[in-house]
């Protein structure tokens, strides 16, 4: 049985940024918001290359 949320992880030197994101086929622009504020990371890091 899988979760419902997919683990999301961005590995530097420094660090490790965890980034637990809902598995929804939508998210609400404000749970998405929240996460991406909550990561620390830069925006453009959450967009999809189109």
């Not at 949320?5 to 404000?30: A, C, D, F």
Request: aromatic share 6%.
């Amino acid at each position: 049985m899988h979760g419902s949320h997919i683990i999301m992880q961005l590995r530097t030197e420094e660090s490790t940024v965890t980034v637990p994101v809902p598995n929804y086929k939508e998210l609400r622009i404000g749970t998405l918001q929240s996460i991406i504020r909550q990561s620390g990371l830069p925006r453009y890091l959450f967009e999809i290359d189109s």
